[in-house]
Every structure is written in structure tokens, then in C-alpha cells.
């Protein structure tokens, strides 16, 4: 069952769920976990942009485009949420509707040019990325070329964890304690929304813009049930990650049914696991807990 | 009853701030004299937080400026201690009583070095000055209001500041924990520096400040504890608000008491 191409498979969804664990831990934290979902639907007029403009669908045309506009949408919410006086989460309605609708539009008004459909961009398919393999003038294939793109974006989202933790996880604690200190939190929350931007576009392929959300969100959120301190919740997102690529391909394969769509129903599963059974607060340890506190006192 | 001082750790110079075109605060002047407590009180919406929030440069400001230490915030930020609302942040956020007053340290290390052994020492002596020793590895969310704002004290102790500004620091706090800290606050102006402390309690006022700012958008008074807090300046900050006759009444009769006494 396990052949190369299941390999490469899990280990793009490994690869993409670490990735937007990582990020979306500090998304969460900020209780800004609907700029992700935002982000994810704003950037189609990006992608049929720059494929319009380029002519190709090639991940390094596709990925920078469609960063610039997740980054312009970020802004766009910022803008109306401080400078207009719009709520938070009217202004992220507002924002990402209108602009997954352009991209809509462009796609309908170039149907015949496009070779890009809304299934493909909404659902993704992980199932086709060895279908695309990087190939070397030799012969050598090095595997699906998404992953020579998710790769050194997990390893870039590490390092700068790891290089700016202490602005990153301070401005997502005390905003206003940070800027007393110094620290610009308006060009971190700018880093962040770029690094969400490019992260979820490199993610469509694979997942596409709907499930990426299972993994910004659900994961971080599972992964702050289990644990006290931040950088154990990072690491869990790792393990997670790791777990839900497993058991989400295997599921699928063993049902015959969409792989993302089961990568992202095992987050779901793991959250409810999480949610029922973490030693800190789950909901049956702590009804255990009462019980026998019950029988103590009788 | 504005009392400018000579050499003074802060000047606001007549400071406007407005949200939203409105105006918050309105050519707010006055100076602060060092190694004092002083308390800054006024009604809800009054701008006290406003205040606060400006001199650390958290807003921007329509007019106006401000010096602390005779100098632009930005060149002297390691002196200055910010204490926000505890009401502010999230405490379910993964991270230990620890963690929290080590966030103190960053801004003397900077962005890229991590905390040495110096700093777990501060950090320490800080946890042990708040009486929180025992709890440095709680996790936050297990905290009760007293001991979240002894959290913050902590953080702002291992700042090692001169200059402490402290947003309603007594709200949601146990009779316990005021008292600590208090007395902490006491035992940091002998060591010469100043706090400014957002307050709204009237009663406990006079035990606590020796320095007065009161403010209604407008600033009302600056002045050593005793000259401002009179019957007089009170009803302009509060107006004349029907629970603020109660409490003006008892500050008079303390008044009496305390004059007779003198005598």
C-alpha cells in the first residue's frame, strides 16, 4: 500500500499541515484565526492574475502572486478595522468575499484561456502532485515539485520561529507591553500575515483553499488543548501534523475517497480526541475527576 | 491648580489625543517631579488610560508632545515600566507565571539574545518580591485576579525601571494582594523612583499617593497630594454626580479629623 507515490503524498501533507500549524498557532493565539480563512479565499485573483499575465501555473509564478495579495488583504482588513471603524470580523467578511469574488469572475470571463477551475482551487488534489514531478537534465526525478517548495518553506518558518520567538509570541501575549518595550507589532503582524499568505498559497495544490483551513486552524487549536507552554505547542503541531498525514492518507486510501478530505476529517477527530481526553482539561478526565471526588467526600 | 516642577521625570506638553476625530484628551500640561507615587484619577472616560497609553507612545498624538527623563521616550525605553490592565490580555495563553516576567528582560536583551543567568536571577528575586515563588511554573490560566496582576508587578520589577506607569493596578484585586502590592510600590519610591499609578478609588487615595493628577478630558489639577485633593477640584473632575456627595462628604470629615488632630 505504502508505495513512493504514497510516500510523497504523506509527506506533502506532512510538509503542508506542519507548515500551517506552525503559523496558524500564532494566528489562534491572536484570536485572529478567520484571517487565515480569509486569506485562503482572497488570493484566487492572484493566482488567475498571475496566470493570466504569465501564462503558466507553475508553483513559483502562482506563489509570489497570490502572497502579494494575501498581504494586500491583511492590509485591507487593517485598514478597515482601525482606520474606518468597521468590527474585526465584519471587516475579514467583507474583504475576502469581495475579492474570492473578482477572482471568480476573472476565471467565468477567461474560461476559455484558463486552464483553472474552482474545484481545483477550492478542494485541491494531493493524489496528483507525483503526476508533476521535478525532473533533472539527467533523468533524476527528486520527487513532486511542490514539495521542493514546501520543504524550505517549513524549514524557513521554523528558523524564523526559532530567530524571533520573543517578538512573535510577545506580540500575540501583550500587544500593548510589547510596543512598551519597543517592538514594532504592526511589521510583525505584517511578517505573519505575509508568511500565512505564502504558506496558504503554497498549500492549494496539495489541500486546496477550504481544507487549508482544517490545518491553520484545527491543529494549532488541538495543540493548545494539550499543552501549557508555547513552545510545546509548537512541537505538538509537528507531532499532529505528522499523525493526521498518516492517518488521513491511509484512511482515504483504505475508503477510496478524497485524501485531503480525510487529512483534514482526521484533524477533526484528533480536536474531538484532544478535546474530550487531554490530561490539562478534557471534558471526560474532568468529569472523572469530579466523580471521584464525589466518592472521596462520601 | 497646575504645580509645574523644576527637573521634572515627566512633561507633557500640551498633549490632544482623539479617537475617531474625537477628542479623548485636550492640551493636557503638566510636569512630574521625581521619586514620587503619584495617582492619576478622574471619571470613566475621563482619558486616564489615554494618558498612560500616550506617554509610552501607544497612540498617535493630534498635538502635543512629551519628554521623559528630559528626553524623547524612544532614548530612554529600559527606565520605563508600562503595566497594562491586566483585563487586556488573554491568560489562557500557553505560557508560565515565569515565562510572563521574563517577557521584563526582552527589552534590555533585545531581539535575538536569549535570557543568561543574570536574568533568571531577576527573574527570580521578582517572583520571590510579589510572593509568587511557589507558583512560577502555573500556567496562567489558573491564576485568580490577585495573582495575575502580582504576575505583571513581577515583569514589571524585572524591567529594573525608574519610571513605572501602572493602569489601574488595584481593579479585580484581592484585599491580600492590594496590600503586597502596596507596599512594594511604597518600597520602590524610597528607592527614588516614580510611579504613576491610574486609580479610581477615592477612599483609599490619600493613604496610597503623594502626587495628584486629576483629569476630565481636560487636566483639573497637578499638585502635591494635599493640594489637589480638595472638595472643590473633586466636583469639577466629577462633576456633581450624586454617589461622588457621599464619598466627598466622608473625605471632609477625615479632613477635620486630620486637622483637629494636628492641632
Redesign the interface.
Known amino acids: 500500500m505504502l508505495n513512493s507515490d504514497a510516500i510523497w503524498i504523506i509527506f506533502t501533507g506532512f510538509l503542508v499541515a506542519s507548515s500551517c500549524g506552525l503559523l496558524g498557532s500564532f494566528l489562534v493565539?491572536r484570536?485572529m484565526a478567520m484571517v487565515g480563512d480569509a486569506i485562503s479565499h482572497a488570493v484566487l485573483p492572484g493566482i488567475v492574475i498571475g496566470y493570466l499575465v504569465t501564462g503558466s501555473r507553475e508553483p513559483w509564478v502562482m506563489v509570489p502572486a497570490a502572497g502579494l495579495l494575501g498581504i494586500l488583504t491583511s492590509s485591507i482588513i487593517e485598514v478597515l478595522h482601525q482606520k474606518a471603524?468597521v468590527q474585526s470580523d465584519a471587516s475579514i467578511g467583507v474583504t475576502f468575499t469581495f475579492l474570492f469574488a473578482i477572482g471568480v469572475i476573472l476565471i467565468s470571463m477567461f474560461a476559455g484561456q484558463v486552464d483553472l477551475d474552482q474545484e481545483c482551487v477550492l478542494y485541491g488534489e494531493i493524489a496528483y502532485l507525483p503526476l508533476n514531478p521535478l525532473v533533472l537534465a539527467n533523468g533524476w526525478s527528486l520527487g513532486p515539485k511542490m514539495v521542493w517548495i514546501l520543504m524550505p518553506l517549513l524549514l524557513l518558518i521554523s528558523l524564523g520561529i526559532y530567530?524571533?520567538y520573543?517578538?512573535l509570541?510577545?506580540t500575540?501575549?501583550?500587544p500593548?507591553?510589547a510596543?512598551?518595550?519597543?517592538?514594532k507589532v504592526g511589521f510583525w503582524h505584517q511578517v505573519l500575515m505575509g508568511a500565512v499568505s505564502f504558506t496558504t498559497v503554497a498549500s492549494f495544490d496539495s489541500v486546496g483553499a477550504i481544507l487549508v483551513v482544517a490545518f491553520l486552524v484545527v491543529i494549532p487549536s488541538t495543540a493548545?488543548l494539550l499543552?501549557?507552554?508555547?513552545p510545546?505547542?509548537l512541537g505538538l503541531c509537528l507531532l499532529l501534523a505528522f499523525i493526521i498525514s498518516v492517518t488521513g492518507y491511509l484512511a482515504a486510501s483504505w475508503l477510496n475517497v478524497s485524501i485531503s478530505g480525510a487529512m483534514a476529517c482526521s484533524s477533526g477527530v484528533l480536536f474531538v480526541l484532544a478535546f474530550l481526553f487531554s490530561p490539562l482539561e478534557g471534558r471526560v478526565w474532568l468529569a472523572f475527576k469530579k466523580k471521584s471526588q464525589q466518592i472521596g467526600s462520601i | 491648580m497646575i504645580i509645574q516642577v523644576e527637573k521634572p521625570v515627566l512633561e507633557v506638553h500640551d498633549l490632544t489625543v482623539s479617537y475617531h476625530q474625537k477628542p479623548v484628551l485636550w492640551g493636557v500640561d503638566f510636569s512630574l517631579p521625581g521619586g514620587v507615587m503619584a495617582g492619576i484619577m478622574g471619571p470613566n472616560g475621563s482619558g486616564k488610560s489615554t494618558l498612560l497609553k500616550s506617554i509610552m507612545g501607544l497612540l498617535s498624538l493630534s498635538g502635543g508632545r512629551i519628554s521623559v527623563f528630559s528626553k524623547n521616550l524612544d532614548e530612554v525605553r529600559k527606565k520605563v515600566s508600562y503595566v497594562p490592565q491586566k483585563e487586556s490580555v488573554d491568560w489562557d495563553f500557553p505560557a508560565t507565571v515565569k515565562d510572563v516576567v521574563m517577557m521584563g528582560r526582552y527589552g534590555h536583551l533585545g531581539l535575538l539574545r536569549r535570557p543568561g543567568k543574570i536574568d533568571q536571577e531577576i527573574v527570580e528575586e521578582a517572583l520571590e518580591q510579589v510572593n509568587m515563588q511557589d507558583l512560577r511554573n502555573r500556567q496562567l490560566g489558573q491564576l485568580s485576579g490577585g495573582q495575575q496582576q502580582r504576575v505583571f508587578l513581577a515583569r514589571a520589577l524585572a524591567q529594573q525601571a525608574d519610571l513605572y506607569l501602572m493602569d489601574e493596578p488595584f481593579v479585580g484585586v484581592d484585599a491580600a494582594t492590594e496590600q503586597i502590592l502596596v507596599e512594594l510600590l511604597n518600597g520602590l519610591k524610597q528607592k527614588g523612583k516614580t510611579l504613576i499609578v491610574v486609580h479610581h478609588n477615592l477612599q483609599t487615595a490619600p493613604d496610597y499617593f503623594d502626587w495628584l493628577v486629576l483629569l476630565n478630558q481636560r487636566l483639573v489639577a497637578s499638585a502635591p497630594f494635599e493640594q489637589a485633593f480638595t472638595a472643590a477640584l473633586l466636583q469639577e473632575t466629577y462633576g456633581g454626580r450624586l454617589n461622588m456627595l457621599s464619598t466627598l462628604a466622608q473625605h471632609m470629615k477625615k479632613e477635620q479629623f486630620a486637622a483637629r488632630e494636628h492641632r
Open positions: 493565539l484570536r471603524g530567530l524571533f520573543t517578538p509570541s510577545l500575540a501575549f501583550d500593548a507591553f510596543l512598551s518595550i519597543g517592538i493548545w499543552s501549557q507552554r508555547l510545546l505547542m
